[in-house]
């Protein structure tokens, strides 16, 4: 071991090099506010080593990234553990970052001769963000696409240059394939070599600067107290970073890695919120609108001009005020302080919304459908047509995009819609229908009012409902009540409008097969022909331009199985 | 001052330590992501079950047939309709029985064609009988039969890949 050390020594000096690391003399002797820089490191290498692990699998294209998250989630080797570490190891950087920032600030260490360890500390805190913002989007989940389309429309805010800018951060003109070759390449390749270059320089600044006195102590009380990097300060660094460490795997164990949300889709209803360390600047745009909301944007990149001015500032004001040092770090403390007081006031916002606790209670249930869904594999053609794998659960998505436009949810109150098709074709939706065709919850509000409410006895009602309940194929319908049915159908006049013998009348909805496969398909398509409601049709007509085969075969799909479901309304 | 460079000593061994344990738990989870494609059943495979592949009247009687075998795959997280899996050999036996062998040559992992002794490989001149012995050249065993059975006028094969260059079948 020795002989080859030495061999080695001799050829590259290594030794030389690894004692100039370790006997790196720390004034005033080692202490635990020292240890947030090694920390800093130790997070780089953690975010490094998960990154190179998540791009072994991670694809960034729209139609795959979502897919590859899922699969590193769920197939890879401790790829939930992976993606836990790597999500609780970015918030790490920012927390830890904060400190390092904060202690350098108290203990004074910014001030002149160290300007520029200073701002290249900065630069690195932006670099960390900037990873933040660019890593949020990779997975191409509801929560990174929406999140990152408000920081992408703030560029494009700016005067004159906004348009030009926002399609080069966004890599043309909306999201897709081009965003995410842009986004990743940005966060793998161009970040880490920046933050390498400038780590660099950060670390040969601070060693050619040294460590300063802390404060409180006299300049040759340091100079006495001073020891080498090695042991004392090594073990406390390590012993902090093996603490950091071991708390992202225990969040990350916790929560089983990190969430992931349905895929990105541009259609639908998504409470965009950024992750926790944006929040401040989220909230500060709440209360700058219109022209102002340029304002609110630049607002903190004041500040961060003047914390990157601290050094200039304390040098400039020193001369005449020797505690300005104090005065400085307060003010960059309150404004931390203040900023995260807008976050918690964000939080708090959001807490007291309803309508937020909906919005994410409907995101939770759509993220578990398509993770259930995404079992199988996810389409080729993208993972929004993952929803295709289930006919139920697309024809659900079809539904409420297509057709809830009219036929509301029952929940509504009041209730404006058309026919609420909550329970629809039910024992109990049909029995209900009879008694009041002209509720607000049926035809009231279509102003179809041709229909006379049915006043018959309770079992006559059963056995009508009955067989037109089993005309739709229904496995579970009782033959002997409904062909009772079929008898007072005719007896009791629902024949004078209504046939049953799949041709029509024109007066009234042909009812044979009604509520089957068949009937509504023919029905959504054309719900004006004469076998329906003729002449006197009031419902949109679906052709092939607004829905494919596919989309109606999912929608008569999710409607079928509203049989089986409770009538939602009084 | 002995006391001292002892004292030193161990909280350098203490802190080296650590130190290496930090990077002991940092590599962990990027060993696991590269080890990962090592473990059985590391991706959603797709179904194993029969796939049709051709009509039985379209078979001649005793002459084998290559035949392409596609059907849903998937491609770690993708999803992708008929997909060419690879294909089979198809020899019609009687109106009901077909016999299936695979194409693959079990040696190295050619493409194995059909000679006027029965099966060659192109590659390193393997030669299978027409019961797919193998009979010369390399082939450490005969060639892969898969299972096959015929319903409703329609061939169905379990499309089955296995281990090349051992004399034992293993299925993979």
């Known amino acids: 071991m020795g002989r080859l050390g030495d061999w080695l020594d001799q050829r590259t000096g290594h030794r030389e090099l690894v004692r100039h690391a370790l006997d790196e003399p720390v004034r005033g002797g080692a202490r635990w506010a020292y240890v947030f820089g090694s920390a800093l490191v130790v997070l780089l290498a953690l975010q490094g080593l998960t990154g190179a692990s998540l791009a072994l699998f991670y694809s960034p294209s729209a139609t795959d990234a979502w897919a590859s998250v899922h699969f590193i989630q769920h197939h890879v080797w401790l790829g939930w553990l992976t993606r836990g570490l790597h999500h609780y190891g970015a918030s790490a950087m920012v927390v830890v970052a904060g400190l390092h920032l904060l202690q350098t600030l108290w203990f004074g260490a910014y001030r002149s001769p160290r300007e520029l360890n200073w701002v290249t500390g900065l630069a690195l805190l932006l670099l960390v963000l900037t990873f933040a913002l660019t890593g949020y989007l990779l997975p191409w989940d509801q929560k990174g696409y929406w999140a990152t389309q408000v920081a992408t429309s703030l560029i494009g805010l700016a005067p004159g240059v906004g348009d030009p800018l926002q399609r080069i951060a966004q890599g043309g003109a909306s999201y897709g394939n081009l965003t995410l070759t842009r986004f990743y390449a940005t966060h793998v390749v161009l970040l880490p070599a920046l933050t390498a270059a400038l780590l660099g320089a950060h670390l040969w600044l601070f060693r050619r600067h040294g460590v300063t006195t802390p404060p409180g102590m006299a300049e040759s009380e340091g100079q006495a107290k001073t020891e080498p990097f090695f042991p004392r300060q090594v073990a406390m660094d390590a012993g902090f970073g093996l603490l950091l460490v071991a708390l992202l795997a225990g969040l990350a164990v916790r929560s089983h890695g990190t969430a992931l949300e349905a895929p990105a889709d541009p259609s639908s209803q998504y409470l965009a919120r950024p992750e926790w360390y944006f929040l401040p600047l989220f909230q500060l745009l709440k209360y700058f609108h219109g022209p102002w909301e340029l304002v609110g944007a630049l607002l903190p990149g004041v500040g961060l001009l003047f914390v990157g001015a601290l050094p200039f500032l304390h040098r400039y004001f020193s001369a005449r005020r020797p505690r300005v040092a104090r005065s400085l770090a307060w003010v960059v403390t309150l404004g931390l302080a203040g900023a995260g007081a807008l976050g918690v006031a964000a939080e708090r916002d959001d807490a007291a919304d309803p309508n937020v606790a909906k919005l994410r209670a409907q995101a939770d249930h759509e993220a578990a459908l398509a993770e259930r869904l995404a079992s199988i594999g996810v389409p080729v053609t993208g993972p929004l047509d993952l929803y295709r794998n289930d006919p139920v659960v697309w024809g659900e998505r079809v539904y409420t995009r297509k057709c809830q436009t009219c036929h509301h949810p029952c929940s509504n109150d009041p209730y404006k819609g058309d026919p609420c098709l909550e329970g629809y074709a039910s024992r109990e939706w049909i029995a209900r229908l009879l008694r009041q065709p002209s509720s607000k919850y049926f035809f009231g509000n279509s102003h179809i009012d041709e229909m006379d409410a049915y006043t018959g006895d309770e079992a006559s009602l059963r056995a009508l409902s009955e067989f037109l309940y089993a005309q739709g194929a229904r496995k579970d319908a009782d033959a002997a009540l409904a062909s009772k049915g079929e008898a007072l159908f005719d007896s009791e006049g629902c024949g004078a409008c209504h046939t049953v013998d799949g041709r029509g009348s024109g007066d009234a909805p042909d009812l044979k097969g009604y509520a089957g496969e068949a009937w509504l398909a023919a029905f959504v398509r054309s719900p004006g022909a004469p076998r329906f409601y003729g002449e006197r049709n009031k419902m949109e007509t679906f052709d092939h331009a607004k829905l494919d085969d596919a989309e109606v075969s999912a929608v008569v799909a999710f409607l079928r199985t509203q049989a089986s479901q409770p009538v939602k309304f009084p | ?172």
């Open chain 2, 1 to 172: 001052m002995e006391g001292t460079t002892t004292r030193r000593g161990l909280l350098g061994t203490f802190a080296a330590g650590l130190s290496a344990l930090i990077g002991a738990v940092l590599s962990l989870p990027f060993l696991a992501a590269l080890a990962s494609p090592a473990r059985r059943n590391a991706a959603p495979a797709s179904s194993g079950g029969f796939i049709p592949v051709i009509p039985i009247w379209d078979l001649p009687k005793g002459q084998p047939k290559r035949v392409e075998i596609t059907a849903d795959g998937v491609d770690a997280w993708a999803r992708q309709p008929r997909q060419v899996l690879g294909a089979v050999w198809l020899i019609k036996v009687s109106k009901e029985e077909v016999k299936a062998f695979s194409t693959v040559c079990p040696h190295l992992g050619c493409s194995i064609n059909t000679t006027p002794q029965g099966y060659g490989c192109p590659c390193h001149t393997s030669s299978f009988s027409t019961e797919g012995q193998v009979t010369g050249g390399p082939s450490p065993r005969s060639m892969d039969p898969l299972e096959v059975k015929v319903e409703q006028n329609m061939v169905l094969v379990r499309f089955a890949r296995f281990r090349q260059g051992q004399a034992q079948r293993e299925e993979i």
